[in-house]
């Protein structure tokens, strides 16, 4: 990078932006979500995750500088390696595991992780998470959110770069508890994300893109070609000559929605350090009350709690084990 090319830029404020600024790494989602497992030793991460131990120590330093993870020293008797847990901050990410196992479920088949079934202790029955409106009980889609500027709705001066790069596809991870790769994959990075995220208040074009996330033309239409590829968005040509697309939103990508609610809802409340308050106020159209939406139990209606969703395998409890700051 030269001088002359500013490290910085500017955007609308948003809750996504901010979460992902903080998370939205391959690296880190895949650290919080082995974390979730019970996996906490620098070396299993390494091995559940194939992951270098330069890029490891980067995103476990960052992880802890944004209090997404906390460092327990070993004993003082020295047998014992540090162990990292989740945070009152992190642990509230639950709800975005929730709906990236749902989304990933609907749209990629995985024979063996398909085997893993999540049961909510409330009802006793297998579930898939669903999302609803905390007002009415309907569930949230896409075309039924309206938007308004939140008393927070300012602007925003972001880093160009905020971790070190890691080039090494995500798919490859060998972790038997990536029940969530693909969608890892897509969002863990924060431009593909961010296109996505402005997908959703209805933008189309390149241009529209653009003025909104101000990054490199070339690094813009890598995303976008990537997003096509991958099902997310669709091509569809408004203009001849030159050949001009539009990129739409295609089911899958809008499936995508209700995840990208959760972090919208992290955001707001952990990523707000002036404390401005929202900057973008939700509505749920069908029922017109402000949108607080809940990730529930599709079979019972119940909001899902950590410690009543069970996974099994052939019926064996598999975990994970519940990570609580309160109680270490
Ligand atoms: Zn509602
Ligand atoms: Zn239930």
């Known amino acids: 990078?030269?001088?002359?090319?500013?490290?910085?830029?500017?955007t609308r404020a948003s809750s996504i932006n901010r979460a992902l600024d903080q998370i939205g790494d391959k690296w880190c989602l895949l650290i919080i979500q082995e974390v979730l497992w019970g996996i906490n030793s620098f070396n299993d991460m390494m091995a559940a995750m194939g992951v270098s131990r330069g890029v490891l120590s980067n995103r476990l330093r960052w992880l802890q500088e944004v209090d997404c993870l906390r460092k327990e020293e070993g004993g003082a008797e020295g047998g014992r390696r540090p162990r990292?847990?989740?945070?009152?901050?992190?642990?509230?990410?639950?709800?975005?595991?929730?709906m990236a196992v749902?989304?990933?479920?609907?749209?990629?088949?995985?024979p063996q992780l398909d085997r893993v079934q999540l049961v909510h202790a409330g009802c006793?029955?297998?579930f898939v998470a669903q999302m609803r409106c905390d007002s009415c009980d309907g569930l949230v889609y896409m075309e039924d959110v309206g938007y308004s500027p939140g008393p927070g709705a300012t602007r925003d001066v972001r880093e160009k770069k905020v971790r070190r790069r890691s080039s090494i596809a995500i798919?490859?991870?060998p972790s038997e508890r990536a029940l969530y790769l693909n969608l890892i994959n897509i969002v863990g990075d924060r431009w593909t994300s961010n296109v996505i995220a402005l997908s959703y208040h209805g933008l189309t074009r390149f241009d529209q893109f653009h003025s909104e996330l101000p990054v490199a033309t070339n690094i813009l239409s890598d995303r976008l070609k990537l997003l096509v590829e991958e099902g997310i968005f669709e091509q569809v040509a408004y203009q001849q000559r030159p050949m001009r697309y539009e990129y739409h939103l295609t089911d899958k990508g809008r499936g995508l929605f209700p995840w990208f609610i959760t972090l919208l809802q992290w955001g707001d409340k952990w990523c707000d350090p002036e404390g401005r308050g929202r900057p973008m106020e939700l509505t749920h159209t069908p029922c017109g009350g402000p949108l607080h939406a809940q990730v529930r139990c599709s079979e019972c209606q119940g909001v899902l709690k950590a410690h009543e969703v069970h996974f099994t395998l052939d019926g064996e409890n598999i975990g994970p084990t519940r990570e609580d700051p309160g109680q270490n």
């Open 84 to 98: 990292y847990h989740l945070t009152a901050k992190s642990i509230e990410l639950y709800d975005s595991a929730m």
């Open 102 to 110: 749902a989304w990933e479920r609907e749209w990629f088949h995985n």
């Open 124 to 126: 006793g029955k297998p």
């Open 1 to 10: 990078m030269t001088n002359s090319e500013p490290s910085e830029f500017t």
């Open 171 to 173: 798919t490859e991870v």
